[in-house]
């Protein structure tokens, strides 16, 4: 049964030992390079703000040229930062696109 009470999901609930985010991907790059926020910020073309923002989870809508940039600041791959060491979607996701028709260049 649905409960009305809970507004958000515990974070902790959907998270499994292991399993990095695209935000923590970010966080570590750019502690790496020893970066700060703003400092990620400006060579990006935005605020401290949405650099706190993307590390902490909200990354789902980065305009593809701020994405781009974020690479070049960070000395990765979209690759890495999308999916991580795999460089690659899980089996769910492939098998998911081939089934739509999508792999293969299409």
């Known amino acids: 049964m649905l409960n ?14 292991g399993m990095e985010t695209m935000g923590d991907r970010i966080r570590q790059l750019r502690e790496a390079r020893g970066l700060t926020q703003t400092q990620l910020g400006e060579s990006t073309g935005v605020t401290k703000s949405a ?10 809508n980065i305009k593809l040229q701020t994405f781009m940039v ?7 791959d979209p690759a890495y930062l999308i999916w991580g060491p795999e460089r690659g979607p899980g089996p769910e996701t492939a098998s998911r696109y081939r ?3 999508r792999a ?3």
């Open 104 to 106: 293969g260049g299409r």
């Open 4 to 17: 009305t009470q809970v507004k958000d999901a515990d974070r902790a609930a959907f998270y499994y030992p």
């Open 99 to 101: 089934r739509l028709g």
């Open 70 to 76: 974020l690479c070049d600041a960070l000395n990765t």
């Open 51 to 60: 650099v706190s923002q993307w590390e902490g989870g909200a990354t789902a």
